[in-house]
């Protein structure tokens, strides 16, 4: 068999399959790429040979080995990650992207459906819609796919028995019904044999629908996307020269023509356009998908992830929003805590400020959360850092998808899809007085900032931090002290010890000590505040040298000797739950401002390291 190249002529359609593990998905794609007469000589003779050491086919050639590539898929007979395989026929050319059934590999399967046109729904015909059927046909459906292909598998197996078929479609439809899939259509296959996968069976009489190719080659998925509001997200700001300024970047819908007028979604400014560019010169239209370079007629300031629209169809420009969000690292979501988020070109702060509900996406029921975990999806608020544009996904996959990553490791965190912007928090807006921050913190002669003692309980933060604004208010400076026991009798009286608690009582004090800042005091802030995430979010609250971390390094053993309160030994003995250093983790600093090693040192010669670091920053103490 011999290997070709697609003509660049024909129209391209990516899809998925998926489904439940077993069904075939993989034999399926091997069926295609078989029929399609894209293998090479050398790969049928090594799947031939692994046919006999891995396959589940008999003596037959097992096609799913051309799929399952990665040695611990052969060995357990399954789907791990997403394959993605290109084969074409004389009518269309495809990618394929075949996706794991196993629940624990959700997020791979929700990777694969983000940019597919299509899904097939591989069901074993002697076993009907189950779970993971239910499972990957939701999110198919959050994730924009409105096409599907029910494909009926191992119908050799019930004898192409017309009534199971019959049963398993109307199963499916009743279920699929409140989805919003635009069409359905099923047909029954062997995968393994090629009834109606390629060329039409003989052994179903009273089929009459199209094959599966045939279908794939005639469906029409066209999304429209150049009639849609014309949106273009700015990905590089082209200036070779001193005589042209251009925004390159890739229509993600509409058209646009020289001469329209335009309007940057988030500033406002508007412009008209001036030119088309192109390498292959200069275009009178340009729509949706095309990679083209704008020129304005005004000098107005774009940047990349500026997005450029028509002044007449805007989209909405929030900082909060709510949107479905599919969880995809291994350590759980926390709402407060803060991730970057990128939309777009736009990357921007972000925060799940509350989870509106978690969905069982085994049985697409609703259920109260308070985290995600790995593989798990949720309707969430956000609080972004900045006012973007945004669109909903449905109205746009381009300009309604974002991704949160995590801001130490640098692990992509999440998918997530937006559903509207929340308008309540579009009529609220920063304040500005005349008498601002600088003239509070004058009029006492202070040098606004937070002192952050973190460590252990036990470790010597509030001693410390009390010694410290002892002489701070001896030389007439102006502070104010928070400490974690003091918040919780009275701001943070509703919250627990769970990670979740601890990341919005953080949160809380943040803005709490944002506050005294802007009244121009020294905070002296004393938690254990046990988590990197939630430091690093109280920093980011403040300017530039309003955040001093000090990290109070005492060694365990000594805490638990000095244990005032009795805490350790309840922890220990299992009365307490979620106490850092015992059954819940303590993040030391990576690089704090002040790193005190308590061992050996009294709390007094620990005050001082701090009162010279403040002197050091210009504070008289």
């Known amino acids: 068999m011999t290997h070709h190249r697609a003509p660049d002529h024909r129209e391209l359609l990516r899809f998925i399959t998926c489904g439940s593990v077993d069904d075939g998905k993989s034999t399926l794609i091997g069926r295609l790429l078989y029929d399609s007469q894209l293998i090479f ?63 624990q590999y959700t997020r791979n399967m929700a990777t694969g459906a983000s940019s597919a046109s299509l899904a097939v729904i591989l069901i074993d015909a002697r076993k009907g819609v189950l779970t993971q059927t239910r499972r990957h046909s939701y999110i198919c459906s959050l994730l924009g796919i ?14 192409f028995d017309e009534d199971t078929f019959d049963r398993i479609v109307g199963d499916y439809v009743t279920f699929a019904s409140e989805l919003g899939f635009r069409c359905i259509v099923p047909v029954p296959i062997s995968a393994r044999f090629g009834d109606n996968v390629s060329t039409p069976s003989g052994n179903m009489p009273w089929y009459h629908g199209p094959t599966l190719i045939q279908h794939l080659e005639h469906v029409d998925v066209a999304q429209d996307l150049a009639v849609r509001p014309f949106r273009f997200p700015v990905q590089w700001v082209n200036r070779p020269n001193l005589d042209f300024r251009g925004f390159a970047g890739t229509i993600a819908s509409g058209r646009v023509a020289p001469g329209d007028q335009v309007v940057v979604a988030a500033s406002g400014k508007t412009s008209r356009i001036a030119r088309i560019v192109t390498a292959d010169g200069d275009l009178p239209v340009a729509e949706a998908g095309q990679a083209v370079t704008l020129t304005l007629e005004d000098e107005v300031d774009v940047a ?41 070109n736009i990357w921007t702060p972000c925060s799940i400020t509350s989870i509106r509900h978690r969905v069982d996406v085994n049985t697409l029921e609703e259920h109260a959360a308070r985290r995600l975990s790995l593989n798990e999806i949720g309707f969430c608020n956000f609080s972004a850092g900045q006012p973007i544009p945004i669109d909903s996904y449905e109205d746009n996959r381009t300009t309604g998808a974002f991704i949160l990553v995590d801001r130490f490791t640098n692990r992509t965190a999440a998918a997530g899809m937006v559903a509207y912007p929340l308008r309540r928090a579009s009529n609220i807006h920063h304040e500005h007085f005349t008498v601002d921050k600088a003239a509070r913190a004058a009029l006492v002669g202070n040098k606004p900032m937070v002192l952050w003692f973190t460590g252990l309980s036990g470790s010597g933060k509030s001693t410390i931090a009390n010694i410290v604004e002892q002489a701070l208010h001896r030389a007439g400076r102006q502070t104010y002290s928070l400490d974690g026991d003091n918040i919780r009798h009275g701001l943070c009286r509703d919250l627990g010890f769970t990670a979740a608690d601890r990341v919005e009582n953080i949160r809380r004090v943040g803005e709490v000590a944002k506050l005294f800042v802007d009244a121009g005091v020294i905070v002296l802030a004393s938690f254990i505040s046990p988590f990197r995430a939630e430091r690093r979010m109280v920093r980011d609250l403040l300017a530039e040298g309003e955040f001093l971390e000090v990290f109070v390094d005492t060694p365990i053993e000594d805490c638990i000797k000095r244990d005032p309160k009795g805490l350790y030994a309840k922890a220990k003995a299992g009365e307490i739950k979620n106490f850092t250093g015992i059954d819940s983790p303590y993040e030391p600093p990576e690089a704090p401002e002040l790193h005190l090693l308590t061992a050996g040192s009294t709390a007094e010669e620990s005050a001082n390291a701090v009162l010279e670091q403040l002197r050091a920053r210009g504070i008289a103490c």
């Open 41 to 103: 000589e050398d790969t049928l003779a090594a799947i031939t040979k692994d046919s006999r050491k891995h396959g589940t086919t008999g003596d037959d050639i097992d096609l799913a080995l051309l799929v399952d590539g990665l040695e611990a898929e052969r060995q357990q007979g399954i789907t791990i990650d997403v394959a993605y395989r290109f084969f074409q026929t004389p009518g269309r050319a495809f990618i394929v992207a075949d996706t794991p059934g196993h629940e």
């Open 146 to 159: 409105r096409d599907i292909v029910v494909a009926v598998n191992k119908i050799d197996l019930v004898n």
């Open 304 to 344: 990349r992830g500026d997005i450029l629209v028509h002044t007449a169809d805007r989209p909405p420009v929030a900082d909060q929003f709510a949107a479905h969000l599919i969880w995809m690292d291994e350590e759980a979501m926390l709402p407060g805590r803060s991730y970057l988020m990128r939309i777009g």
